[in-house]
Each structure stands twice: as C-alpha cells, then as structure tokens.
C-alpha cells in the first residue's frame, strides 16, 4: 500500500475517533453511552490498525536505508560483473549442489567476496541477496526502527561508556588549588555477535523448476525466521544466553544512573496502566533523551490505553495522544508497536519509554552464510542459513521501564 493511501487512512481514522471523543465529553446519558462504546471499539481498532500500517511503511524507509549501508559496506571494491558471476555461481549450489564454481570464486575473489569454510561452515550469500534479507528483518523488526545499529567484522565489538564526570570544588581567590580531584572512569560494555539461524525445505523437484524464483524464496524464509528470533531477543533475551541481552532484563534500578540497572516505575494499579503513572513514567526521563524518546508495548496495551481514554474520561491526563501527527501517539510521542513486549497484567514490564536510539546498540556481523542438506529430510532438501547478530543497552538511563504493580 502506497504511504500516502496509509496516511489518508490514518487521518480518517483519527478524524472519527477525535470526533466520538469530543461527543463523549458531552454526552452523559448511560444507553447512549453504551451505544457509543460499541462504536468506539470498532472505530479504535481501525484507528490502530492504520497506525501499525504506516508504521511499517516507516519501517520499510528505514529497511531500505539499512540495505543500501550493508551494500555499502559490503561491497566497497565490488563490480556488478563479480557480483552476477558470485550470484550464478551460488544459485548453482543452492538448486543442484555444484560447489566447484563457487569454491573457485571465492577462492580468487577472497579479498572481495568474504571468507568462507567450504561445504561444512557454509557459502556467503551474494551480497545483494544477503542485503535483500537484512532489509526484510528490518521491515518486521520494529526494534531495530528504532535503535542504532552497526555492521562489524569481527566477532565481538567494544563500546566506551563515558558516563561520568569528574569532581569539582570551590575555592576562595587565594585558596590553594593543589589538592586533587577525583577524576571521571570510562566504563565498557563489549557487544559480541550471536549465531541465529533458520532452516527451510523445499523439494527438489520444486528447485529444477525454471519458473521458480529462488532469490525471493530465500530472502523471504529466512528474513522472517530471523526478524521474529530477533524481535524477542532485544526485548527478552536473558544475559548469557547465547543470544542478544533484552532491554527488559535488566535489574530494576531507581532515578540515580547505574550501568546494570534500568529504572523500573510504577504506570499503573492493580495490573491495569492509569493515565497518571504514564504521565509519571515520561517524567522520569530526563529531557536530554525526552526529545527522541517513544514509546514501545504491545499493540493489545495500546487499544487498551484507547479504552482507559473512553470509559474513565481521563482525556485531561492523556488528551495529546489522541489525533496528533502522522502515527500512533501518546502523551505527545510515537508509539512503537512490539508484540513481544509483556501484556498488560500484575507485574508485567507492558510500556518502555525512552530514545532508543541512544540507549540500545544492535550489532550485526557482516554476511550471511548457507549449508544445503539433500541428505537429512530426503525427498526435501534443506537449507540451513545463519546470521550473526548482538544486541545490549549501552545507556541505561535513556530508557524507562513501566510496571503494573499487582
């Protein structure tokens, strides 16, 4: 869907919700009010639903972008000749296993097209295929909308933390200035690089097919095999777990900075989020990262804020999230939609407030490589794909966590 067909929608959209809104407000009568109610449910989930399409078409933007860079990067001294003979050769491999052309490829072109380790570590996916499969993670991975992401060559990258300052102290006009003053640390936080992999099937009748479109097979598989790992890693993923560190998991901290920790605040009572402590929980971020800051939960959390809005009257404390902008907003900002953030309930971490793309690094090892299996799944032959990514928060104070209290 073409972006300006997205936002029409989004305005129509928002036009009718500001409009029930308004009537809200002035209507008291209880059958008319249920009346309305009904209304609202289906007028709010069309509201969300053309948000999250033109978040997505945002993401898209991005994803485009991304690719360009991994071409970018991975392709600084390649030709569009090296390129194609690299592509037939590997379409080759993939549809009837000759790795002869391949091997002998890469083994002139090493310095061009990438290490690789032969049939038993995998081929290098053609870089414009590889670049085709980064971009479609990021068309369904909103984290990495919304983070900072970089491309290494290594297998771990090492990231300065300069987040103190020294200490100072006041002095009369004769008074010495001999004494020394504590100086400021620098902390490190080191990101390494994680294997994630996919494995497909398809049989091989399917691959000799000449009409089959193998690249976008490819691209398509394993980018949504990998976006939907990812998403629940940088959300969830546990330290130490051979997978990126979720911004979630951190230990809850409280207003003064702390590396380890990241400040958990109470948005809610009882399992349910309360208009006064989102206002609290954007409060509690500092105005330094407040300018990029948005908001990230589910998209059940945020029809239920919808709801919250029409059935307590509390437009005072969440009036300017309503009908502002070209995307869903809270409270003045975007809302991100990610539906592996926790569901509204006693406890849950629902709503994470902040500008990500300070606070959280994604790190992605350049190329993406393949083994091809005619043996295991006889008549199918699988392709095993795999990926290397990292991903952690560098500034824990850029970021807030809201709690719904049991």
């Known amino acids: 869907m073409e972006l300006e067909t997205v936002q029409k929608d989004f305005k129509e959209a928002m036009t009718h919700l500001k409009s029930m809104v308004e009537d809200k407000t002035k209507d008291i009568a209880l059958a008319s009010d249920v009346v309305k109610k009904d209304e609202f449910e289906k007028v709010s989930k069309s509201f969300v639903d053309a948000g999250e399409k033109l978040q997505k078409q945002e993401q898209e933007i991005a994803a485009l972008k991304a690719a360009m860079q991994h071409l970018k990067q991975g392709e600084v001294n390649n030709t569009d000749s090296i390129e194609k003979e690299h592509k037939d050769a590997f379409l080759s491999f993939v549809k009837k296993g000759d790795s002869k052309a391949l091997e002998t490829l890469l083994e002139e072109k090493s310095t061009i097209m990438g290490a690789f380790s032969g049939e038993a570590g995998g081929y290098t996916i053609p870089t414009i295929m590889s670049a085709q499969i980064i971009k479609r993670v990021f068309e369904t991975s909103p984290i990495r909308s919304i983070a900072s992401v970089d491309t290494i060559s290594s297998d771990a990258v090492e990231y300065l933390l300069d987040d103190e300052e020294p200490a100072a102290s006041w002095a009369g006009e004769t008074a010495s200035r001999n004494t020394a003053t504590d100086s400021a640390d620098f902390g490190r936080r080191k990101i390494a690089v994680h294997d994630q992999y996919a494995t497909a099937k398809i049989t091989q009748r399917l691959l000799d097919d000449s009409a089959f479109n193998l690249e976008s097979w490819v691209a398509e598989k394993t980018s949504s095999k990998f976006a939907r790992a990812e998403n629940t890693a940088f959300v969830t993923g546990a330290q130490g777990s051979d997978r990126p560190r ?141 990926k290397r990514v990292g991903g952690d928060v560098l500034n824990t104070e850029a970021i807030k966590i809201g709690k719904t209290p049991s």
Do not use: H
């Not at 979720?246 to 990241?262: C, E, H, K, L, V």
């Not at 300018?291 to 009257?313: C, E, F, H, I, P």
């Open 246 to 386: 979720g911004f979630t998991t951190y230990t809850a901290g409280s207003a003064t900075y702390n590396r380890s920790q990241i400040e958990q605040i109470d948005c809610g009572a009882s399992g349910a989020l309360t208009g006064t402590g989102l206002i609290e929980l954007q409060g509690g971020l500092k105005s330094e990262y407040d300018a990029g800051a948005v908001w990230v939960m589910k998209r059940s959390t945020y029809t239920d804020l919808l709801q919250l809005m029409y059935t307590d009257n509390k437009f005072d404390a969440l009036n300017r999230s309503s009908v502002q902008g070209e995307r869903l907003r809270l409270l003045d900002k975007p809302v991100i939609l990610a539906d592996d953030m926790p569901i509204v309930a006693n406890d849950a971490l629902c709503v994470a407030y902040g500008d990500f793309k300070i606070a959280y690094k994604i790190v992605d090892r350049l190329g993406i490589s393949l083994i091809r299996d005619p043996y295991t799944a006889t008549p199918y032959v699988l392709f095993k794909f795999n």
